[in-house]
């Protein structure tokens, strides 16, 4: 893996004039302690009038001399003098292109994007801003999901803040920049890049450096998708596999289709799909039948399959099918009736989040 740190280009280009404000002020910090010894060691002033000599010859406000000088402390006079001037316009220079370029308010923003990204947990990455990056972008959006996104294109990046996107510039394959975007407390990484071998090496870190996350990687040939499993990518999607069945399903049911599309996707929906965990610690109608549960009768809301702990899926359970402790249940219904759902079977963990939607 490579370990060199990586910055977005808006921060390496402040970074820069930081430096250089900073090297313009230490030198002309320097240039005050030779004038200060000169005239202290060489022409045997005191501390006081050395000191006080190099400001006003510095600052050329004109006044006199503090003590008589011979040709060479005018010399040295002269030479102070230029040094002053050159360290002082390099320092209004530089001082100047940071107000014009809007040096501290892009830093203060910067600071403050910073510390959003430190304060970010249980929120989805993104890796990559091109078409597929952008489409999954909006799709997070229209669910409200906590997301951000990785890209290293400049135009990319400008387009995403456009667009109103939480970004972060930089190089997705490295651990640096999925540590600056709180990969450690991230519940999914999205590997969207064009790339296949870029996908290979984001899922590789992000794995490394959370192996919990669930990775889902981007891949354009069978081949990749193989590798990418093995990689430890929990899901690998091919656009050109996918693409092709949901054309070949388009054709043969086209009315079936267009359901399920809209059921999954859109921001103006009215009929949604939604995975629930039963978790024995806190929901009740584990151990009770889906007839006893009257989960259909209380919400409204479908349950369509039911994934067991063991991987197994039950498809169109019936009213005898039993609740376990760790099924995933798959439902459909609308945003009404899902929630419904979601009190009855998560009852702790919707009050906490009423709790926290209200702070």
Not at 84 to 90: D, E, N, P, Q, S
Not at 156 to 179: C, I, R
Not at 258 to 274: C, I, K
Request: overall charge positive; glycine content about 8%; hydrophobic content about 40%.
């Amino acid at each position: 893996m490579k370990k060199r740190t990586v910055y977005s280009t808006l921060e390496q280009k402040y970074q820069r004039i930081q430096k250089e404000l900073m090297a313009g002020t230490l030198a002309l910090v320097g240039v005050f302690l030779i004038g200060t010894a000169w005239y202290s060691l060489v022409e045997r002033w005191s501390w006081q009038d050395a000191a006080y000599m190099t400001v006003i010859t510095l600052a050329t406000v004109g006044y006199g001399e503090t003590h008589p000088l011979g040709n060479r402390g005018r010399l040295f006079t002269i030479a102070l003098i230029l040094m002053g001037v050159i360290t002082i316009g390099y320092i209004v220079n530089r001082f100047t292109e940071a107000v014009i370029e809007g040096y501290f308010q892009e830093n203060l923003r910067l600071r403050q994007r910073r510390l959003f990204m430190n304060s970010l947990s249980g929120h989805y990455i993104i890796c990559g801003f091109s078409r597929t990056g952008r489409q999954i972008a909006k799709e997070f959006q229209a669910e409200g999901v906590l997301f951000v996104i990785i890209e290293k294109d400049l135009d990319s990046m400008q387009q995403a803040q456009q667009e109103g996107y939480t970004f972060y510039q930089g190089d997705a394959t490295l651990d640096e920049t999925l540590l600056r975007v709180g990969i450690e407390r991230a519940i999914c990484i999205v590997a969207a890049l064009p790339s296949d071998a870029e996908n290979l090496y984001t899922v590789l870190s992000a794995k490394t450096l959370n192996p919990s996350i669930r990775a889902i990687a981007r891949a354009s040939t069978e081949e990749a998708v193989q590798k990418l499993e093995r990689g430890g990518a929990d899901v690998v999607i091919s656009p050109y596999i996918t693409g092709g069945k949901r054309m070949a399903a388009a054709a043969l049911r086209p009315q079936v289709m267009d359901f399920v599309e809209g059921v999954l996707t859109g921001a103006d929906r009215q009929v949604y799909m939604e995975q629930l965990v039963l978790d024995p610690a806190v929901c009740p109608v584990v151990g009770l039948t889906l007839q006893k549960a009257c989960l259909r009768a209380q919400t409204g809301a479908l349950v369509l399959a039911i994934q067991r702990a063991d991987g197994s899926v039950i498809g169109g359970p019936t009213g005898d099918t039993l609740l376990l402790p760790g099924d995933l249940l798959i439902c459909m219904g609308t945003a009404e009736q899902l929630r419904s759902l979601n009190q009855i079977i998560e009852p702790i963990n919707t009050k906490s989040r009423r709790r926290s939607q209200r702070k």
